[in-house]
């Protein structure tokens, strides 16, 4: 498959040796979303956000964890400018509603949107519209909210979208017959495949929007292992306490706090000179250290895959990029 010239897969980082949360620049005046901004990486992205300047929302799907949030990242931060509002990616109504009553300080703008909440390895469920849960929340819920959010994110200037995704991609190409792994499922493998639908969605955005010379970059990035409470809520719903414990071990043993785990994200969000459809994570072995060029799999650059994963993903959830066309 030819492949865009303007958009390269794996485009080199400037000035990643050593980037930490002091290279931020100053965010005065900017409104970022944050979704699952209640804890792990979410929690961690709000408060670097935030204590640069910008406005946040944090978007969760409980509002109670959302204003326990609030009130952390307040006496944290002081004079941090936090706003709670419920999203519930699971279910297309409360994605559609979170994006219809959002309000804007500055003529509904919106400058940065992290598409950060997600679920992993699940015991098999679906969500309120009746798509495989991993699939549904980790790339539908989001592909429909960026899309409704899109026109206020193409009326700023220089706004971005990030989209974290995960190393486990690269244990699972997206299945365009089976997008909801109605013929066979596995945890894991289905995880992975939505991982490797984030990349393909942040592809097939970069291509739309150079296209339409828009000044807005599509990029993705993935916390390496951190510590964020996922590992343990697939063990936890399918009543295994043994894996519950086992992945709380592993956490401390070894995985990196989720605060280090935040850095790729807020690099792709904030750092200068990020490019379209990079994909950024920790510098050693994908697991921790600096933001640095990501590993990533041939298949989350192809054309034609990420093309016909929009196109379903526009049929299923209804949502079809009208800013774009």
């Known amino acids: ?72 990242l307040s006496g944290e931060v002081p004079g941090a400018r936090l706003e709670v509002r419920r999203l519930d990616l699971a279910d297309l109504g409360s994605v559609r509603e979170f994006a219809a009553t959002l309000p804007y300080d500055r003529l509904d703008l919106l400058d940065l ?10 015991p098999y469920g679906t969500t309120a519209d009746g798509f495989e849960t991993q699939f549904g929340v980790n790339h539908l819920g989001h592909f429909a909210l960026t899309g409704l959010l899109l026109p206020a994110l193409l009326a700023a200037r220089g706004a971005r979208v990030v989209a974290v995704s995960s190393p486990a991609h690269l244990m699972g190409n997206v299945d365009l017959r089976d997008l909801n792994s109605e013929r066979r499922y596995r945890r894991w493998t289905a995880y992975a495949r939505s991982k490797s639908a984030n990349l393909l969605f942040v592809h097939e955005l970069a291509r739309r929007l150079a296209a339409r010379d828009a000044d807005v970059v599509a990029a993705a990035a993935h916390p390496g292992y951190a510590d964020t409470g996922l590992q343990a809520a697939g063990p936890r719903m399918a009543g295994s306490r043994t894996g519950e414990r086992l992945a709380h071990l592993a956490n401390r043993v070894f995985a990196q706090p989720a605060t280090a785990g935040a850095l790729p994200v807020l690099y792709a969000a904030t750092a200068p000179g990020v490019r379209p459809d990079s994909f950024t994570g920790p510098a050693l072995l994908n697991w921790r250290g600096a ?12 054309d034609r895959a990420s093309a016909l994963l929009w196109d379903a993903s526009a049929r299923l959830t209804g949502v079809h990029y009208e800013a774009l066309r």
């Open 291 to 302: 933001p640095a060029p990501a590993w990533r799999a041939p298949w989350t650059l192809d």
């Open 113 to 122: 949107l992290v598409n950060n909440a997600g679920v992993m390895a699940l």
């Open 1 to 72: 498959m030819a492949r865009t010239p303007r958009l390269p897969g794996k485009p080199r980082l400037p000035g990643t040796s050593g980037w930490s949360t002091r290279d931020i620049p100053a965010l005065d005046g900017r409104t970022a979303v944050v979704t699952g901004a209640n804890g792990g990486i979410g929690l961690a992205t709000a408060r670097e956000l935030a204590a640069h300047g910008a406005r946040v929302v944090l978007a969760c799907r409980s509002e109670a964890r959302g204003a326990a949030a609030k009130d952390r």
